[in-house]
């Protein structure tokens, strides 16, 4: 056995686990077997053992169906306990994970916004494996039992000898039971808990350090990787090559049986009762064994959610510099192979960004338009070369520096369950008496919006914010973007942000964008598909065959995009 595989029942539970499911399931498949042949003689009506009319064919139909049953529970009883292992290992890490958060509660180096979003759709899988996994295995292993009971009631008809094996069936099936219950309430109550601490992290916690957390989740995270999947990613990979083996192996019996089966049929040696005997017993374990390669198919899935991690672990490079933030600085990008984990995303990157200037970021879907945005503001570290922050290298800027001047708004960021005020003022750094309403008009914020965001869309949302989930998209990305207004940042990144404001909408909010640019001379970034939205851009950076060429004419980009987008689509 490999040696990867060993550890996996080395411990005396496992051993002892494996020893009785192996032991019940062998024993109650020889007997079903048995049950089949007295059946059949039952119904052809012959009652002696040593009668020709069933020996005669019958030896090599028994041995490939003893094989069959033998295999297929053999098979069924390993990757159960398997599976049980796995699972129990990623609940424990999975709980573990949603309850970091009383190891982070009292330090301040809880990130100010979204934890980084290159975590969240990882994370989110590990979770998603846990809700898919946890439930259906344990459903699985009662059904399995549940079905090995019923061919025991099947095979008693021979003897009383198999009662034991019947209190031990009960007996496991009373231990995963309950243990199943116990598990998935504490899962909910966590969830619960922790999504209770979050609210609390993004509502008290606003004068800290946006990327210091993330750095810390990363290498938490990764120390827990062996606790969570304790097979390394080659050997799951081998496991599951051997369940595909294994399925294949036990169809080509299935279907020699069931030929040899129907031959003997029409010879008159098996009678029908047999047949439907072996079809039934076949189709209901054939479920609990779909299942479990669908199960197989999950940990696939998980298994790159982990190598991301890994990956981003043993690449993700933490600022050690300590260098502040310059004045108003102008931003140049040299850079070149700026990857996303091993995925080249662009070649070349040459750009320029100067203080009052808002730059536009163009390309279709997949592209690498956010990628390249998060290696500005020092959310991406795999490119060759540098970014200059005026003469400052931006890996000499401190990440409380960073965090300090620089607002990245993504399309999937969330807003608060609190009032719309609330939400707007968010962690600004200004004094939370100040009017926030004030404030915006003081950024140019049109009357009639004001009045709309302050009366009609505040009381649709509540002082609690319970209704905050259920504002139009556009409604949402306003707020996302007056919320990065009132940060006061030097540089603002919106990623998609004005991709569902309808026109009238859209025109106010270029204004404001523009009027703000113009007035602060800070720096802002525009990515957006849709070459409509970038018009009042002052300069337009395509992203097109893996490079980022410079458009002095917005025209001349939203030619060129064209061609691209119906080369995609063709």
Known sequence: MPKILKSEIASSRGKLTLGLVLLISLAL???????????QRMINGVTDPGSANVLHNFYIYLALGLILLAG??????????????????????YLNLISFGDEIRDSESFQTGDLNDRLTKDIDQCQLFCQQTLIPVWSDVIQVITIICVLFFQSVLIGAAFTGYLLLSIVVLRHINTSGNDVIPRLRKREAKTADFLQDVFENNNDVAPMQASNRVIAWFNKQYDKLLPLELHAQSFIYRSWIAALVLIAFLEVTSLALGGYSFLRGVIGLGTVYMMIDYATRIQAPLESMQFHANNVQYLKG???????????????????????????????????????????????????????????????????LAKAIVG???????????????????STSEMGANVAYVSVDQSLFHVSIEKNLQGFSANDATQ???????????????????????????????????????????????????LLEKDLIVLDETLSS?????????????????????VKMILISHKTNRLHFADHVYGITKGECVYFSKLADWASTYEDEQNVKNS
């Open 379 to 397: 959310l991406q570290h795999q490119y060759e070369r540098q970014i200059d922050y005026s003469k400052t290298p931006i890996s000499k800027i």
């Open 435 to 485: 009017n926030v309403w004030q404030r915006l008009e003081q950024l140019g914020v049109s009357k009639a919006r004001l009045d709309y965001l302050r009366t009609t869309l505040s009381a649709q949302v509540g002082e609690d914010g319970a209704n905050i989930d259920k504002l139009a998209d556009g409604d949402r990305q306003l707020l996302l973007i007056l919320r990065a207004l």
């Open 29 to 39: 498949s020889a007997s079903a077997v048995y049950a089949e042949v007295f059946v």
């Open 501 to 521: 404001l309808d026109t009238a909408r859209f025109a106010e909010v270029s204004r404001l964008l523009r009027h703000y640019v113009d007035t602060f001379k």
């Open 72 to 93: 297929r529970t053999v098979f069924s009883a390993f990757s159960y306990v398997v599976f049980l292992k796995m699972t129990h290992r990623v609940r424990k890490g």
């Open 305 to 371: 959610a982990f190598a991301n991690l890994a990956e981003l672990e043993r690449k993700f490079v933490v600022q050690s510099g300590n260098s502040p933030y310059p004045t108003k600085p102008t931003i140049r990008l040299h850079i070149s192979n700026l990857r996303n984990f091993d995925h080249q995303v662009l070649k070349k990157v040459d750009m320029a960004i100067a203080p009052g200037q808002i730059i536009g970021l163009s390309g279709v879907s997949g592209s690498g338009k956010s990628t």
